[in-house]
């Protein structure tokens, strides 16, 4: 194995490794249990995961590598704080939603050859990342997997 | 820059990132509001300064980097969960414990040459190691990385 191979298998590994313990939280939640906040007066469980589906199909258009699929999300879980009063996708669509995303993206980075990476993601313009050539995908996905454990460890504060 | 200084400088970007975040974090909290707990019945946010001093000290030691200075907290913040009744180091020597512990550890990255950022830690053996290159230094501070985003995502929630 190569140097960037292995760089590749230890953040890639970080990854899997939040996201399996994401999943692991969520699917032990029953629907009704997705309705609880994971503090007073804060996030619903359910609103975190659509949040997540819509970030993380976000990320697959960021990376440059696929278009978007569930961008009808956007309102409800990007661009809006949690309400409850709110009308939302119910919890079989947002499960099944988190299965197809995260399904894509491993395809995604599995088929993805080593240099490609190292390339620049979508947020950043070829002039500065010709300044700063840590801004790549591979960055990218450092930093998603530590915005999954900033959310996990709210949601492991749930009385259930 | 090689690809090996490319690689640290994202690892240790995103570690900076999460360790700046998290300092502003306890810094924006005064004394009495370090008394608060994250949610109704979870750990107070001193609890948090004092479980990462000791964890982040215990580093220097699992990186196989630098002897621990700190290992009296462990009682307190690492083998014991948070207990409001129980007799703990104040505010002001934990702030400063947290300015020493990383004070060192920013000394320590620094001063460490590439190649030694892909050699084991200290909490692998040899022989696994030899079957999986990714279980470097360098990795425990991804891993690490992500426990600081982890708690990071509680203290958030703190009303205060």
């Given at each position: 194995m190569d140097q960037q191979q292995l760089f590749i298998k230890m953040v890639l590994g970080n990854w899997d490794l939040q996201i399996?313990?994401?999943?692991?939280?969520?699917?032990?939640?029953?629907?009704?249990?997705?309705?609880?906040?994971?503090?007073?007066?804060?996030?619903?469980?359910?609103?975190l995961l659509g949040h997540f589906v819509a970030y993380h199909d976000m990320l697959g258009e960021s990376l440059g590598l696929a278009e978007r699929k569930y961008q009808h999300l956007d309102n409800d879980f990007l661009k809006s704080a949690d309400n409850?009063?709110?009308?939302?996708?119910?919890?079989?669509?947002?499960?099944?939603a988190w299965t197809?995303?995260?399904?894509?993206?491993?395809?995604?980075?599995?088929?993805?050859?080593?240099?490609?990476?190292?390339?620049?993601?979508?947020?950043?313009?070829?002039?500065?990342?010709?300044?700063d050539l840590t801004r790549n995908r591979l960055n990218m996905i450092i930093n998603r997997a530590a915005h999954i454990a900033y959310h996990a460890g709210?949601?492991?504060?749930?009385?259930k």
């Open positions: 399996s313990r994401l999943e692991k939280m969520f699917s032990s939640f029953t629907d009704d249990e997705l309705q609880l906040q994971v503090a007073p007066g804060k996030n619903r469980v359910i609103y409850i009063g709110a009308s939302i996708p119910d919890a079989a669509y947002l499960r099944q197809d995303v995260h399904e894509k993206l491993t395809t995604l980075f599995n088929g993805l050859e080593a240099g490609e990476w190292f390339k620049r993601h979508q947020l950043v313009s070829e002039e500065d990342f010709a300044k709210q949601i492991k504060l749930c009385n």
